[in-house]
């Protein structure tokens, strides 16, 4: 394996992590509907996320997580239970395409890189909705879920296609993200504060 190999193949993993970061099943879903298409090489291990049976569960998967992130209150209990969940989803997208790696390598970057960006990813958006909701008693939530859902698809469809380019994207969104939450946690100084 070359080493442009081996970054796109990295590059791969960590830019559908990141996208699990915003919804769990939909960068898993593309990748199954990209496996099966032969789009997307698997590591034996995970050949059955190419099979029409996935397909069909992580459709059903991602439809449902989808819509429960439109109902309000659903959506801040689904960040408690899809922040672990996350990390855990990263690790296994990551591992599923770092191909032709030894294993001591592939399950170590899937671990760190993989799980540790999906756990930053859906830290920073579970913030954003508890922002929204403080500030706008819950009706802004379904911007973020919109904005989740728009990014976890143009995430996943571009690690396919420009894996480095997933990777840029992701740096981008992560600087907004925390440039966003750090206005909203700043307040202005007055001067009469001591």
Excluded at 78 to 98: F, K
Excluded at 140 to 161: K, P, Q, R
């Amino acid at each position: 394996m070359s080493n442009l190999d081996l970054a796109l193949s990295v590059g791969l993993g960590i830019g559908l992590a990141a996208a699990t970061g915003f919804r769990l099943f939909l960068p898993m879903l593309i990748l199954s509907v990209a496996a099966y298409t032969g789009h997307a090489n698997l590591n034996e291990g995970f050949a059955w996320l190419g099979t029409p049976a996935a397909i069909i569960m992580l459709g059903t998967a991602a439809i449902a997580e989808i819509a429960a992130f439109y109902v309000p209150g659903v959506d801040n209990l689904l960040d408690t239970v899809a922040t672990p969940a996350a990390v855990v989803a990263g690790t296994i997208v990551s591992a599923a395409v770092m191909t032709d790696l030894p294993p001591m390598v592939k399950w170590t970057a899937a671990i760190i890189a993989g799980g540790g960006i999906a756990g930053i990813t859906q830290g920073l958006t579970a913030m954003l909705r508890a922002k929204s909701t403080i500030f706008t008693g819950g009706l802004g939530n379904s911007a973020v879920a919109t904005a989740e859902l728009g990014s976890a698809s143009l995430i996943s469809l571009l690690a396919l296609a420009a894996p480095l380019a997933a990777l840029g994207l992701i740096i981008l969104l992560g600087w907004l993200a925390f440039r966003l939450l750090r206005g909203t946690a700043q307040r202005p100084h007055r001067p009469n504060e001591q």
